[in-house]
């Protein structure tokens, strides 16, 4: 059992900057894939970005790669999405997902086991 908690999310202006944290609890962080996703209202999930239990690898979503960024922190059991440029189309639902048993990086979420509850983005001026 995994339980994830994001926080950070906010409402911001165009060309901002925001970083989304999750925090992980139940088994050993480092051991498993982590990825955000997004949903905006009336909108299929998206694929955001993932990265690997050690760190060492990731993959982004095309409409934000070269804005967002991917980390985490195994000590403090916590991944990042450090989003820049942010646009209005950004908006949505911003929710992180573990995935115990990948061996490659995911970008369906039926391939994740376990989801947080979500946290609020919306870029307007």
């Known amino acids: 059992q995994v339980q994830l908690v994001e926080s950070g999310g906010g409402l911001v202006q165009p060309g901002d900057s925001l970083r989304l944290s999750c925090a992980a609890s139940g088994r050993t962080f480092s051991s498993y894939a982590m990825g955000w996703f997004r949903q905006a209202p009336g909108k299929e999930r998206e694929f955001v970005a993932a990265?690997?239990?050690?760190?060492?690898?990731?993959v982004y979503g095309d409409s934000v790669k070269g804005r967002f960024t991917i980390s985490r922190d195994n000590a403090k059991s916590t991944v990042y999405l450090q989003m820049s440029n942010l646009k209005p189309e950004d908006t949505a639902d911003y929710s992180c997902?573990?995935?115990?048993?990948?061996?490659?990086?995911?970008?369906?979420?039926?391939?994740?086991?376990?989801w947080g509850q979500g946290t609020q983005v919306t870029v307007s001026s």
């Open positions: 990265i690997t239990g050690s760190g060492a690898s990731s």
């Open positions: 997902a573990a995935d115990l048993v990948g061996l490659r990086l995911e970008r369906r979420p039926a391939k994740y086991d376990y």
